[in-house]
């Protein structure tokens, strides 16, 4: 069983807040990441991490930023929520390298901006 | 680059029926290939892997075969419950280039509704 913690599950905030996602993980992995799931069900890879004061873009651009100043933390940032930001977030982490590297993932953030 | 297609639902299915999702991918290389479930209000939990060509990974009564010929990993299931109601994501991971390797490429999913 992963232990990969989100917080909060779900958020309703209005236009112009800042807001930040919370991820921990106890498993002392390395790899983190964020993937942001349209309602269509796709997942889109937007930021990763493979250490400590590494942070990367995904392929789908975001308004989002992330740090890492702590192997098991992996917050994400939005200066300003906007409407086109809902969307369902989810975090993972992973530590194995090579072929058999599994990523496991948190419960996920339902955000909502009006 | 790397691709994942994996059959459209949504999928629905009466209990005790045979499940399929077929799945192929595009990739250079030897990828390991993944599905990974998600029910509903939760995150991806992984189902099953494999790793090399002919493989097959199982997992509470599921299993696939990763199929180098055909590029190809479908799951299935021989006798489905409602509780296997879900949507189902089916995964690669590339040969190691360099930054960026770990991710992984999903597919887009397929709901799968199962009724009693």
């Known amino acids: 069983e992963a232990d990969i913690y989100q917080t909060p599950r779900y958020l309703v905030i209005g236009t112009g807040k800042k807001i930040t996602l919370e991820c921990s993980q106890t498993?002392?992995?390395?790899?983190m990441y964020w993937y942001q799931q349209d309602p269509g069900m796709e997942l889109h890879l937007i930021h990763y991490?493979?250490?400590?004061?590494?942070?990367e873009k995904g392929d789908l651009s975001s308004e989002s930023t992330v740090s890492r100043i702590r192997t098991e933390h992996f917050p994400l940032t939005l200066e300003s929520a906007r409407p086109s930001h809902t969307s369902q977030y989810l975090c993972?982490?992973?530590?194995?390298?090579?072929?058999?590297?599994?990523?496991?993932f948190g419960p996920g953030t339902r955000l909502t901006v009006l | 680059g790397d691709s994942v297609t994996q059959m459209e639902g949504p999928v629905t299915l009466s209990e005790e029926a045979f499940l399929t999702i077929n799945c192929t991918y595009t990739?250079?290389?030897?990828?390991?290939l993944f599905w990974y479930v998600q029910y509903p209000g939760e995150g991806l939990q992984l189902l099953l892997k494999?790793?090399?060509?002919?493989d097959k990974g199982s997992n509470k009564g599921f299993e696939a075969t990763y199929r180098k010929e055909t590029t190809s990993f479908h799951l299935e299931k021989g006798s489905v419950q409602v509780s296997d109601s879900a949507v189902y994501f089916c995964?690669?991971?590339?040969?190691?280039?360099?930054?960026?390797?770990?991710?992984?490429?999903f597919g887009k999913g397929t709901k799968l509704s199962v009724i009693p």
């Open positions: 993972a982490s992973s530590d194995l390298g090579g072929r058999a590297d599994t990523q496991y």
């Open positions: 498993m002392g992995h390395d790899k």
């Open positions: 991490s493979y250490g400590v004061n590494s942070t």
């Open positions: 990739a250079t290389g030897y990828p390991s």
């Open positions: 494999a790793t090399k060509a002919d």
């Open positions: 995964a690669l991971r590339g040969a190691y280039s360099g930054a960026g390797s770990y991710q992984l490429t």
